[in-house]
């Protein structure tokens, strides 16, 4: 057969262990395709024969050497025929599509229109693809998070302020979460728990009081400022915390920092769990190949690998709730 593999949305730290791992299984038997830049690189017919040697030397590494998009092959009638049509003439009888919800709903459109049998893995450092406890790239992302955020801490304490960091998460507050609990920030905002800021003034102003500093997480996703959007609707986030930490100052009259790491938790070598979880996931995806089992989502649950069709998943979001939400409330409760 002929497979085609893409990486599609941001890039996450884990994709080219996976997408190299996929190919080492796939070409002992199967022609193997990167699909260059996500579903853009079946409009441009960027497809491009590979095998493991070509990848191995920058598996290990961040990004994604295939690199990636965020273009919808379905974004309107006439892109969604010059899609068909070049699937057609390329050949491909299976697409592996490594990527968040858009990118698997453009997996869930292509098989279910017929063009491609499709097997679709889930990587976001969001970590909130509905159907799976974890997606390639989180833990790494949470990681470089924690090493900023207590690089920062210590700064704080040394000029005894207040400090803000601002960490990535579009819909749902896992980074945040994950990097407030690490680091026992004083208080954690994230989009899923709407508070009034000046909750959070008067935790900083109390905390501040007991010690001389406070450290505050916040989810750039708690707020949209408007800007271009991608071809998912998506706008760009980014800036909450500058506006937060000033609005701490006013109230507080603390004298207050931002850091921003933005993309720079994205961009990092990938950690044990995130290695190991791509390994398991390309191998999974390679077994629903072999078994003829395709329009499934390779997902982790309870720390098992499984199977779970595409549409099943789309159009939802794995939001912090139940437990997680309980324990956000533990701590930053009001
Ligand atoms: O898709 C995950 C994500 O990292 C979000 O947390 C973030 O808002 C967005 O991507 C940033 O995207 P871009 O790389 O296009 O700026």
Redesign the pocket.
Known sequence: MKVGILTG??DAPGLNIAVYTLTKLLEKKHEVYAIYHGWRGILDKEVRRVTSKDLIDFAFTGGTFIRTS?TNPFKDEARAEVFARNLKELGLDVIVAIG?DDTLSAAAQTQARGLANVVGVPK???NDVYGTDYTIGFDTAVNEAIKVTENFKTTLISHERVGVVEV???EAGWIALFTGLATMADFVLIPERPVNWDVVANRVKEVYRGRGWALVVVS??IKEYGGPR?EFGHS??GGVGNELAQYIEKVTGLETRAVIPG?VI?GAPPTAFDRVLAVRFATEAFNAIEGGDFGKMIAYRGGDIVRVPITEVLGKNRLVSGYWMRLYETYWGT
């Open positions: 949305g941001g965020r968040g976001t450092i969001d990535m998460g579009r750039e996703g991608d760009r986030l993309h994205r």
